[in-house]
């Protein structure tokens, strides 16, 4: 009973019909938002042993998901986020800025050595138990780094697009909900598709690029991201089709 009396006075919106639009556009725009996290998740799962993948994807997603209510619990300190702490190059840096800064580098690092590792594997069969054979824990450490860095993003893109918080956090549980029945069959994905992988770790390259940008104080416009991202997967897609038909034909040849 107390915890209804304490949540009514925040669900006054759903009278509200304009808070349905904006609850609405706040959840495709977290799922949108959510890819970038879902498909880092995807390629640092799929390097462990197959028994672990699983259970290696509900863990980073149940982490996002705690992660995201916990900042949203906390919902002022992360709005003062925003607010300069230095300034250099004629901009004012803000902690966030540098969350995404440092997030932006980690991505672009982590894009970077599997793509090396993806072009010439045998420069790497040396080190093969720090690439392939990565531990849980450490797969686990990665996805919460990254997690971090997304989950901030994505809570003060709430903030921007409504003064709710029972709206963000009905998106929020909404959108970590959809990336988690995603995961696997996106992991599954990229797992049979090898030309895939270098495919979304150029995405992870662009997405690290854009958050360094972002922290620069360089905003590009999310939309111009995601619709490079779909025209690429979209050639790819032909590409995949193209082979898969050009099997098929030589198969019945013989």
């Known amino acids: 009973m107390q915890l209804v009396e304490f949540l009514a006075p925040h669900f006054h919106f759903v009278s509200d019909p304009t808070a349905w639009v904006a609850l609405l556009t706040l959840v495709v725009l977290e799922v949108v938002l959510g890819i970038d996290n879902l498909i880092f ?8 042993p197959e ?3 699983a259970r290696a994807r509900r863990l980073g997603i149940s ?8 900042l949203l619990a906390t919902i002022s300190i992360i709005v003062q986020l925003t607010a300069p702490v230095f300034t250099a190059f004629g901009h004012g840096f803000s902690w966030r ?6 997030g932006g580098l980690f991505l672009v690092w982590k894009a970077t050595k599997e793509i090396h590792h993806t072009v010439d594997p045998q420069d790497h069969q040396d080190t ?18 990254l997690d971090l860095v997304f989950s901030i993003d994505s809570i003060i893109t709430a903030v921007g697009m409504t003064d709710e918080i029972a709206i963000m956090y009905i998106a929020v549980i909404v959108a970590v909900s959809v990336m988690m029945l995603a995961a696997t069959p996106l992991a599954n994905f990229i797992a049979k598709n090898p030309s895939i992988v270098m495919l979304a770790l150029g995405f992870l390259l662009m997405i690290g690029m854009t958050l360094i940008a972002d922290g620069m104080g360089y905003h590009v416009p999310k939309g111009y991201i995601y619709a490079a991202m779909g025209f690429s997967a979209l050639v790819e897609g032909l590409n995949m089709l193209a082979r898969h038909r050009k099997k098929q034909g030589s198969g019945g040849g013989h």
Do not use: E, P
């Open 128 to 145: 093969m138990v720090g690439t392939l054979q990565m531990s849980l824990a450490g797969a686990i450490f990665q996805i919460l780094l």
């Open 41 to 48: 998740i995807s390629i640092l799962t799929n390097k462990l």
């Open 51 to 53: 028994a672990q993948r």
């Open 63 to 70: 982490a996002a998901l705690i992660m995201r209510l916990v």
């Open 97 to 102: 800025d540098l969350i995404l800064i440092a």
